[in-house]
Nanobody, 117 residues
Framework: VQLQASGGGLVHAGGSLRLSCAAS????????MGWFRQVPGAERDGVAC????????YYDDSVKGRFTISRDTAKNTVYLQMNNLKPEDTAVYYC???????????WGQGTQVTVSS
């Protein structure tokens, strides 16, 4: 599968962004899809995950109440709505067809999110 993450940018603290992750194939057969983020020198961490079949959502504590993950199976796309952004949200954001980063190799370029204070 090829995944194209987009929608990043530069925003002030308190601002919002909506990230998109478009898959090259149907996501309907995946158990879940997740968003991850990585800053230089650190490991890639999970941010949010969604169960494709029933829409259940899971969030890291650092983003609960601010980020919302959703999916559109007709468009083979997963979204991450990010509100009330904080400088510590600055990172490159990636998506993957699973809810943990372990074992996935095809991360692509991701999309840069920069939040200024």
């Amino acid at each position: 599968v090829q995944l194209q993450a987009s929608g990043g940018g530069l925003v002030h603290a308190g601002g919002s962004l909506r990230l998109s992750c478009a898959a090259s194939e149907s996501i309907a057969d995946y158990h879940g899809m997740g968003w991850f983020r990585q800053v230089p020198g650190a490991e890639r961490d999970g941010v949010a995950c969604i169960n494709i079949s029933d829409g259940r959502q899971y969030y890291d504590d650092s983003v609960k109440g601010r980020f919302t993950i959703s999916r559109d199976t007709a468009k083979n796309t997963v979204y991450l709505q990010m509100n009330n952004l904080k400088p510590e949200d600055t990172a490159v954001y990636y998506c993957a067809p699973q809810c943990t980063p372990a074992g996935f190799e095809y991360w692509g370029q991701g999309t840069q999110v920069t939040v200024s204070s």
